[in-house]
Nanobody, 122 residues
């Protein structure tokens, strides 16, 4: 599985951005895609995940109510709609994938895309 993330950029606090991640390869069955982020000087952390079948989602507490993850099965693409952005959301955002159950730990994901930088100015 190969992942290609895009959509990062510079936005003012309170603004919105939508990230996209296109997957190539086998995505049927128990396939889960997720977003993680890594801020400067900090460890990579879980943001959100979605199951490919069923579309069940899971969010980090820090983004609940502001971020929404969705999928387009036909395009094999997941999206992360980020609203009410805060300066603390500034980070490189990574798309990840795994076969299996919903997961939130970095080590549980086997496939990673390149990061896309999101910068939120105050």
């Amino acid at each position: 599985v190969q992942l290609q993330a895009s959509g990062g950029g510079l936005v003012q606090a309170g603004g919105s951005l939508r990230l996209s991640c296109v997957a190539s390869g086998r995505t049927w069955g128990s396939f889960v895609m997720a977003w993680f982020r890594q801020a400067p000087g900090k460890e990579r952390e879980f943001v959100a995940a979605i199951t490919w079948s069923g579309g069940r989602t899971n969010y980090a507490d820090s983004v609940k109510g502001r971020f929404t993850m969705s999928r387009d099965n036909a395009k094999i693409t997941v999206y992360l709609q980020m609203n009410s952005l805060k300066p603390e959301d500034t980070a490189v955002y990574y798309c990840a994938a795994r076969y299996g159950l919903m997961a939130t730990m970095i080590e549980e994901y086997d496939y990673w895309g390149q990061g896309t930088l999101v910068t939120v100015s105050s």
